[in-house]
């Protein structure tokens, strides 16, 4: 009958512990989402870069300041990817048909970085908050508070964020469109070392404006797309070309922000766990609390058998 009586106990403590525990994931569960979230406000008067791919002429002058200003090594060497060491690079587009004005086949170049997307995919999907889309902008990193789980690489349509084998932290690297230059009413390094105007910093709805009326002044000259004023929700880095896009091997994307299935798949990733293990403890803490009324009365039990033999 006691040890009845206690299962009985022991299974409301149960439900005790685990409504316990259903608030603590569900605080858990705000915590967890807050980074995600971080990057959904629309940005209508963010700064923005507009890379005017027919003015190009590959000299990489961006790709060396870029080096310089962030103090990566090797800023004489010209960089051909996005890694630890380089933020942006600029390489021949040898698929591109385009003919100069001349009527002869023109080497055609294209500026690679970091497109500070308006609802960043890398920020849904970063958990401890690193990664963050600030008012102004830019996507910033912040190597204090990575912990090296890669999802920002996983989760970026561009194909972005690097990862340093090579450093013991493990830490990302990207482009941040010189976020500290910005404070300082300083434009990106790369669009002041440009030296053929291929590179325009502005509001971002200004150099769309711009870009527009580039193309309606001029369309032999354009093709008739902004890249980036729509794809995935948008881009504050935009480009405007001479050839279609897929030609230049940029990826198509629909208007739709991509960040809403990261921010499915990593805020459920933690608080399953955090479900899991919340469920764990209260049945622990019921499974003792059933043991221990049990292990009484076999220690009672035991304890008249020894008197009967005695």
């Keep these: 009958m006691n040890a009845q009586k206690q299962n009985k106990l022991s299974r409301r403590d ?6 316990a525990g259903a608030a603590a994931i569900a605080a858990a569960q705000m915590f967890v989402a807050s980074p995600a979230s971080a990057g959904k406000a629309p940005l209508e008067d963010a700064w923005g870069m507009m890379i005017d791919l ?8 961006c790709a060396l300041a870029c080096k310089e200003i962030n103090n990566l090594p090797r800023t004489d060497i010209v960089p051909h990817k996005l890694d630890s060491n380089a933020y942006t690079f600029v390489e021949e587009c040898e698929t591109c048909e385009v003919t100069g004005e001349d009527g002869l086949p023109q080497q055609y170049y294209v500026k690679h970085q970091c497109m500070h997307c308006v609802h960043p995919a890398c920020v849904s999907a970063c958990t ?4 963050r889309k600030t008012p102004e902008g830019p996507v910033v990193y912040d190597a204090d508070k990575c912990i090296a789980c890669r999802y920002c690489q996983y989760a970026c349509p561009f194909g ?16 941040d469109l010189c976020a500290e230059r910005l404070k300082e009413g300083q434009k990106p390094a790369c669009v002041e070392a440009c030296p053929t105007g291929a590179l325009r910093f502005g509001k971002r709805k200004e150099l769309l404006a711009q870009a527009r009326a580039q193309i309606d002044f001029n369309p032999e000259r354009y093709y008739d797309h902004i890249y980036g004023e729509h794809e995935v929700g948008g881009t504050s880095v ?3 070309s001479a050839v279609p896009f897929t030609e230049i091997g940029f990826p198509e994307y629909g208007p739709e922000p991509i960040p809403r299935y ?7 990733t933690p608080f399953t766990a955090l479900t ?35």
């Design 128 to 131: 401890v908050g690193a990664l």
């Design 54 to 61: 027919t003015k190009c002429t590959g000299c990489n002058s």
């Design 262 to 268: 990261a921010e499915t798949v990593m805020t459920a």
């Design 238 to 240: 935009l480009y405007l």
């Design 14 to 19: 149960f439900l005790k512990k685990a409504g």
């Design 276 to 310: 899991v293990a919340a469920l764990a403890t209260g049945a622990h803490f019921a499974f003792k609390g059933r043991q221990q009324p049990q292990l009484a009365i076999e220690s009672d039990e035991i304890g008249a058998e020894e008197s009967d033999d005695q």
């Design 160 to 175: 972005v964020p690097t990862f340093d084998w090579r450093s013991l932290l493990g830490l990302i690297g990207k482009c």
